[in-house]
């Protein structure tokens, strides 16, 4: 369950969340409540619509902007004391391979850590080669695979990079306090 003190430190600046985010030109920011939810970047990550909608509201969605448009969002959600999972990231597909995802995931890093949890968590398809690149660049490491994850949670079968997206692989980072990430 999403705690109180989570919702409150959103809140805070945004200069806990690191300045080396200004170096590319994109900032990262809390969606506001009264903003629409960038649905087009939720289903570039998450191909239904009924399963993002199980958790968005539960968790928070940040974006990343740049000339004032969002080009990329990740979304955090507590799911266990001291534990946050990083539930869904994503950059517009023109935007791809600038490096804003890395910046997101550092940036998710950091605003766990700056939140005080100890552990943040993940999963990722199997066939998501890149993806997989990605997060261990940034420091996971794999932890588990929950088998036949997709099958049993998606009304189709997904394919990427040509291999059947069946089992999620679990990646986890410790984190230690006050540590920086590099990216
Ligand atoms: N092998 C090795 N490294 C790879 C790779 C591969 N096949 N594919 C990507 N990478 C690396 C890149 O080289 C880069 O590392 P580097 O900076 O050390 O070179 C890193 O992964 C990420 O690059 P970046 O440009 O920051 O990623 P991005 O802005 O394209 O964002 C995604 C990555 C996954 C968020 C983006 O491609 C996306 O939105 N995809 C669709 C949605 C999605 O699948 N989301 C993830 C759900 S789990």
């Known amino acids: 369950m999403m705690t109180a003190r989570m919702y409150l430190d959103y809140t805070v600046s945004s200069s806990v969340y690191g300045s080396d985010l200004e ?12 903003e629409p939810l960038p649905m087009d970047l939720l289903l570039l990550a998450d191909p239904s619509t009924e399963v993002v909608e199980t958790y968005i509201h539960r968790g928070r969605c940040f974006v990343a902007e740049t000339n004032g448009e969002v080009v990329g ?24 391979g600038k490096g804003v995802g ?6 998710a890093i950091q605003t766990a850590r700056s939140l005080g949890y100890r552990t943040i968590e993940l999963g990722t398809g199997n066939a998501g080669i890149g993806q997989l690149a990605l997060y261990q660049k940034c420091g996971f490491r ?3 695979v929950d088998l036949d994850f997709f099958p049993l949670h998606y ?3 997904i394919y990427e990079n040509g291999i059947l997206c ?5 990646l986890a980072l410790v984190l230690a306090p006050n540590a920086q990430t590099h990216g």
């Open 155 to 157: 009304p189709a079968l």
């Open 73 to 96: 969002e990740y979304v955090l959600i507590e799911t266990r004391p001291e534990t946050v999972e990083l539930v869904n990231v994503a950059v517009r597909e023109s935007d791809q």
């Open 23 to 34: 170096v590319t030109g994109i900032q990262i920011r809390p969606l506001q409540s009264d």
């Open 102 to 107: 890395k910046h997101l995931v550092h940036h």
């Open 142 to 144: 794999i932890v588990g």
């Open 166 to 170: 069946r089992d999620m692989i679990r």
